[in-house]
């Protein structure tokens, strides 16, 4: 059965528009990312979801019931929000069985639940220890435990890394996506940032503009963005401005920028000006390759190199070498030519 359905929704606030017609399929035991950039309405989603906010048209169904005359606490989710909101004056272990007492679970019962949640987020040394005493991420874990005590069918998670450094993100990624496979609680998650969603997620949303770009595996919108929008916004890409020049049996001939021609899917654009993406990964350097550049500058990455490249007529390229003894790197000032991976191209929708 589907953890969530949402359909048709739509969310105004006067004259602005949060949510335009937003319709989505939420899987159970799935660990599902809405993604974009500040005010693309994955926030005001989420709390449509919890009951934070009434939706202006539409329905949300929570386990194939629609859930709209229902208060927050009366739908069965718990949210973790970027501010964990601990009680300053309960211990670790109170903070955790709070939401156990609220529903009236017996002392002996709250406690064995609130150990076995602390074990599971590797906190089980710190239960008798005030908030006041844990670092930011032994908080963000409290919190955590506290959400998933009552048993929710789904959890709801508003950006709940973007407060820690980078090193204990990372960590929390893995940690995050490892509790979701072991409760097999729904995880609908938020995020602005990419590494995070592509990291962790069984499934992902693109938004901008509080409408759906593009949803889909991880894979699929890297590899496959459908639009110039999930194309810039996911990881780096070169965007180049493109002919096509004809479409048979699913592929176009493609016109690139210097004139050489290649063949790519024609995702259900015709003849004409569009857009072509290709990742800077997927592009080597290659004696005939279609695009002539001129390197401007390397920059070392530690991991990688990144060639910043210029082709003739002014369009930037951007080229990712694996830091290697045996990657030849060419200075500033070389005439190469670049050729991208097989398949590695797609055309963009505007």
Do not use: W
Not at 42 to 59: M, N, P, Q, Y
Not at 99 to 106: E, F, H, N
């Amino acid at each position: 059965m589907s953890a969530i359905e949402i359909a048709g929704v739509s969310k105004s606030y006067g004259a602005m528009r949060a949510l335009d017609d937003v319709s989505l399929t939420i899987g159970g035991n799935a660990f599902f990312t809405l993604l974009g950039p500040s005010g693309c309405g994955k926030t005001t989603l989420l709390r449509c979801i919890a009951g934070f906010e009434e939706v202006s048209a539409g329905s949300i169904r929570l386990l194939g019931r629609d859930i709209a005359a229902l208060a927050p606490n009366e739908r069965p989710v718990n949210t973790v929000f970027q501010n964990y909101a601990l009680f300053p004056h309960m211990t670790v272990a109170e903070n955790v069985a709070f939401g156990l007492r609220m529903k009236g679970v017996p002392e002996a019962r709250r406690r064995a639940r609130a150990a076995r949640m602390l074990e599971m987020v590797h906190l089980a040394e710190l239960a008798d220890r005030m908030p006041a005493q844990l670092s930011g991420g032994q908080q963000q874990r409290v919190a955590l435990a506290r959400a998933l005590a009552p048993e929710p069918e789904v959890l709801l998670l508003d950006e709940p890394l973007s407060a820690l450094d980078l090193k204990l993100r990372q960590a929390m990624r893995l940690e995050l996506k490892q509790l979701q496979e072991e409760t097999g609680i729904t995880f609908v998650f938020v995020t602005h940032d990419q590494e995070e969603a592509l990291t962790m997620s069984d499934r992902i949303a693109v938004m901008s503009h509080g409408r759906l770009q593009q949803v889909g595996t991880a894979r699929e919108i890297y590899e496959s963005p459908v639009n110039r929008f999930v194309a810039d916004f996911i990881g780096e890409t070169n965007v180049l401005p493109v002919l096509v020049e004809g479409v048979e049996g699913g592929r176009a001939s493609v016109v690139l920028p210097g004139g050489a021609r290649i063949s790519c899917p024609a995702a259900g654009l015709g003849p004409g000006a569009h857009h072509l993406s290709i990742r800077p990964e997927r592009i080597g350097i290659a004696a005939g390759g279609p695009l002539r550049a001129t390197v401007e500058r390397v920059v070392y990455l530690g991991t990688d190199l990144q060639l910043v490249t210029r082709l003739a007529d002014g369009t930037a390229v951007q080229v990712r070498l694996q830091n290697s003894a045996r990657t030849e790197v060419p200075a500033p000032g070389t005439a190469i030519a670049l050729e991208p991976e097989e398949g590695a191209a797609r055309l963009l929708a505007d």
